[in-house]
């Protein structure tokens, strides 16, 4: 059965481009690798991810995230069963001011979130635009 779980956190003080850089990039390919899917944006000192995977895969992944100095105040917004297949591939993503208010972007990062059941994806749908606007 597929799972997944979705948070927000907030960066460690002085996180630099580069941090922040390697953090989006290694996780898009550990993910692809490890068939783990989901999203991981980075807007003004906060993260949003999802992650979605075999339902193990994702609590164990969740827990090492969790422990990451990188960034403090994880905030699970929902862990659940998912209802359809997988997410198609894994997406991270730097939140700058001119993917701000880009409908096309929005409408990428809601095509993820797809599998979730309506009520779950209305929630999620809320945080990320209060994330990306
Ligand atoms: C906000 C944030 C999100 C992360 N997301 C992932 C992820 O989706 N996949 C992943 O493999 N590592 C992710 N990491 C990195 C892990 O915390 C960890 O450093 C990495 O999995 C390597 O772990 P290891 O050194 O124990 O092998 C993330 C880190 C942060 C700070």
Known sequence: MRYAICYVSTAKEGISDQEI?????????NNNKKDITGLLLYSEGNFFQVIEGVKEDVKTLYERIKRDK???NVIKLFETSIHKPSFDGYRSDLVTETTKFNPVKMQDYRHHLE???PKTKQAVENVLRAFIY
Do not use: A, T, Y
């Open 21 to 29: 850089e390697e953090i989006l990039n290694n996780s898009e390919e």
């Open 115 to 117: 599998v979730l059941d």
């Open 70 to 72: 990188r960034h403090s």
